[in-house]
C-alpha cells in the first residue's frame, strides 16, 4: 500500500451551520499528536467554542469502512495495523471487524499467499505425506483445497489476481 493513512476530522459545530472546517491528519502518527491536531483545529474553528468533532472521511484504509464516530484510538490502531500489513490487513478487518481478532489470524494462523487455494492443498500434502510416483496423477488438488474451506479448515482472503491467502482455522 502505498496511500497514505490518513482521516479527515471536521468541526461539528460549523458543519452544523453549513460551513467545512476540518483537517487531514497522518492517521499512524503518535496519538497525542493526532489529538493535538484535532484540538488546534476546534481552536481555530469559524464557531465559537467549538467542542465536537467527528470523522468525515479517510484514504488509505482499503476496503476497511472506518466509520465518523470511531474515536481516535481505533482510527489510530487500525491505521497502524494497515501500514504493517497492506491490504491484507484491511481485508482481516472487514472479515474480523475485531483488531484483535484480525491481529490473532496474522500472527497465529496464517499459511501463506498462493495462486489458488489447489496450490494450497498441493504444498500442504507434498510437505506432510509421502507420495508413491504412480499415485500422484489422480490426486486432485483443487476438490482437496474446496474439502479444505467447505470443512471449515481453512479460510481465504483474495487480495489480487492469483493471491489467495491462507488462514488455518484451529
Not at 60 to 74: D, M, P
Not at 122 to 127: I, K, S, Y
Request: charged letters at 30%.
Amino acid at each position: 500500500m502505498s496511500e497514505e493513512i490518513r482521516i479527515y476530522v471536521a468541526c461539528l459545530a460549523a458543519y452544523n451551520n453549513g460551513m467545512l472546517h476540518g483537517v487531514w491528519i497522518d492517521a499512524t502518527q503518535d496519538i497525542d499528536d493526532i489529538q493535538d491536531q484535532v484540538n488546534d483545529m476546534l481552536e481555530s474553528s469559524p464557531e465559537n467554542d467549538a467542542e465536537e468533532w467527528a470523522i468525515h472521511d479517510y484514504e488509505g484504509y482499503g476496503s476497511y469502512s472506518l466509520s465518523e464516530y470511531e474515536g481516535i484510538q481505533r482510527a489510530y490502531e487500525v491505521a497502524c495495523f494497515i501500514e504493517e500489513h497492506g491490504d491484507l490487513a484491511a481485508e482481516l478487518l472487514s472479515h474480523f471487524s475485531a483488531i484483535d481478532e484480525a491481529k490473532k489470524a496474522i500472527e497465529e494462523n496464517y499459511a501463506g499467499c498462493h495462486e489458488s487455494v489447489a496450490d494450497f492443498a498441493e504444498e500442504l500434502t507434498t510437505d506432510t505425506t509421502e507420495i508413491p510416483e504412480s499415485l500422484a496423477f489422480y490426486i486432485d488438488y483443487g476438490k482437496m483445497g474446496r474439502d479444505l474451506e467447505l470443512d471449515g479448515d481453512i479460510f481465504t482472503i483474495e487480495t489480487g489476481y492469483k493471491e489467495v491467502h491462507i488462514f488455518l482455522n484451529h
